[in-house]
């Protein structure tokens, strides 16, 4: 059925190291991806997104790149920060469907250790 | 604006009792979502409206679930006679958008944490 597995947690890293969270997704259509993030005490932010096959979507020196071929969006980052420490989730919709429900992964918590 | 609300933050109450949940969204947006996550999962969605109307319902919205959201302004999220098993936190998002077409960024608030006991 329609789901995304993610990488499970926790990450934990030193700063300044370089950061892959694994996202792999089962989608009925052609969906879009996205990567949000919440950290402690926040709600839920968009952090970046990819709307067809082979989009790159960036923010923040994170990126992920829509690979149709693996159904897969994983996210990276160069060089991670202490601020980067929250949890990630990778997520997917259908777009131009009716709702654009979010269909979501578990989450995986970055700890970044100064 | 400031964007989505939720009141109360955090709700205690024991089995059996009734719950309600409220949800401010950002003024322009046309729709609403409500998502419940549990400890360790990843937000689960529960309904949608479109302005006042509600569109879709999951399958985990029970009996006991109720949404509304009158005028298209605010929303409402009741649990009748709660379950150990409705703790969670309950999430609410809005975003532009119309039937169809592109999609709108959904904006979160910070979620109304339900602890049963």
């Known amino acids: 059925g329609d789901s995304v597995t993610q990488m499970e947690g926790p990450v934990t890293l030193s700063e300044e190291a370089f950061l892959t969270i694994n996202c792999t997704y089962t989608?009925?259509?052609?969906?879009?991806l996205f990567w949000y993030v919440q950290y402690p005490g926040e709600g839920l932010q968009l952090l970046l997104k990819a709307t067809k096959a082979d989009d790159k979507g960036s923010n923040k020196g994170f990126e992920a790149t829509y690979r149709k071929e693996t159904t897969s969006f994983h996210l990276e980052k160069g060089s991670v920060q202490v601020s980067d420490s929250a949890v990630y989730f990778c997520?997917?919709?259908?777009?131009?469907?009716?709702?654009?429900?979010?269909?979501f992964g578990t989450g995986t918590l970055l700890a970044v250790q100064p | 604006d400031t964007g989505v609300s939720q009141n109360p933050r955090h709700k205690i109450t024991k089995r059996g009792q009734n719950v309600t949940f409220r949800c401010d969204p950002i003024?322009?947006?046309?729709?609403l979502y409500w998502y419940r996550q549990t400890l360790g999962q990843g937000p689960e969605f529960l309904t949608y409206?479109?302005?006042?109307?509600?569109?879709?319902k999951s399958r985990l919205l029970s009996d006991r679930f109720s949404a509304e959201r009158p005028k298209g302004s605010f929303s409402t999220l009741e649990i009748q006679r709660t379950e150990q098993g409705d703790s969670a936190m309950y999430l609410c998002a809005s975003s532009l958008g119309t039937s169809g077409g592109a999609f709108y960024e959904q904006y979160f608030g910070p979620g109304t944490r339900l602890t049963v006991t």
């Open positions: 003024s322009e947006h046309n729709r």
């Open positions: 989608a009925t259509g052609y969906p879009s």
């Open positions: 409206f479109q302005n006042e109307a509600q569109l879709e």
């Open positions: 997520a997917w919709t259908l777009y131009g469907g009716a709702t654009n429900k979010l269909i």
